[in-house]
């Protein structure tokens, strides 16, 4: 049974795996020329999907890959002194498995444990999906499948030609998040440096070597007018929104014109009330982002991932039972995460003078408090920064399922 999946970030290359493993032949189409670089920013694996990364053998790649920063400073605009937080003490009450990876690094994981079994096809993209599953591409190739899946982003095509325009979905959510490479100035191994004020956020951490990732969130009270491919109007909101801007800013600012890699976009959560149509389904960012930085998108769209390839796997293929029982066996994770973002969106950039003193109160508290006290105290409700380790995976390996994968009717 043939799937064509459209993506080749991290719920793509996931979902691949698992299909390949389950006896699907997969093809993977990506719009870039190669592996995007894009000097994507920090995301987390908390432990459903650490523990889907173990099932899939590259733990040990995950691993030596994390970004293993351990120390934050944080300085406020108008005070005189900055403040320090150990982030082991907020990590473990968050979650009692987790790495901090670059999106890069984890799409070149994944790719690297399937491109031996699965097909990539780079330079191109769907054009066109009939309701038999008759491909299109923008080369102008044509090709049929048996199933379809969007794993192609916020911004996904797949669900443009299927669904309708982005904007019947997207609810954003108050912020914007760009991320810039740049060099390591300061020296920070193992240390992030952040300036808060009111309205806006700056923050500078070490990947690998004297790579780093300047990361930049601000608040606006209203959407701003661009297009999510327009790089030099991004760039010019970004200087124009951090102007006066103290501390290391004006020299991050300067690297804009040099960076190799540049992210810019709205912090936006995607709202459908099922993301599957016929034959053609959508996972990951492409399907539920719950908005970029605030969310665990990331862990959620390897969860999902695994869930769609098991649940196809269940039902021999047969996308009409499969495909319901992905969204009802998701479904719950989603909401809670887009609720996760939306509380969290309107928290993590201050919005007054004393959201800025009430975010430096908590840093100070957290200082002060025993790491135990602050993990069981987060224990307490899963609705809260502990609802990804809540999460039960389903072992869809001591599940039997049809061995027919004929493309069902």
Known sequence: MRVLISGASVAGPALAYWLTRYGFTVTVVERAPALRKTGGHAVDLFRPAMDIVEKMGVLEQVTAKKTGIERLT?????????????LRRVLSAVSDRHVE???DDLSEIFY????HDVEYVFGDSIASISDDCEVTFDSGRTDRFDLVVGADGLHSNVRR??????????????AYLAVVSVPDHVGLDGHTKVIAGVGRMAGVGAVHADDARAVFLFRTPRQLDYHHRDVPRQKQLLREHFEGMGWEVPRLMEELDRTPAFYFDSITQLRLDTWSRGRVTLVGDAGYCPGPAVG???????????????ELAIYGGDHTRAFPAYEAEI???????????????????????????????????????PVALTTAAAKISSRGVRLHDSIALKDYASTPWPRSLSASS
């Open 74 to 86: 944080m300085y406020r605009e108008g005070a005189p002194r900055p403040i320090e937080l150990e």
């Open 101 to 103: 990876i670059m999106r």
């Open 112 to 115: 690297d444990a399937t491109r």
């Open 161 to 174: 030609l299927v669904f309708g325009p982005e904007s019947d979905f997207t609810t954003w959510i108050g």
């Open 296 to 310: 665990g998108s990331t862990s959620l769209a390897v969860v999902g991932a695994y869930v769609l390839a098991g």
């Open 331 to 369: 479904g719950d994770y989603v909401r809670r995460s887009r609720a996760f973002a939306v509380n969290a969106a309107k928290r993590i950039v201050p919005g007054s003078r004393f959201d800025l003193w009430a975010l430096a109160a908590i840093v100070r508290l957290i200082n002060h408090l």
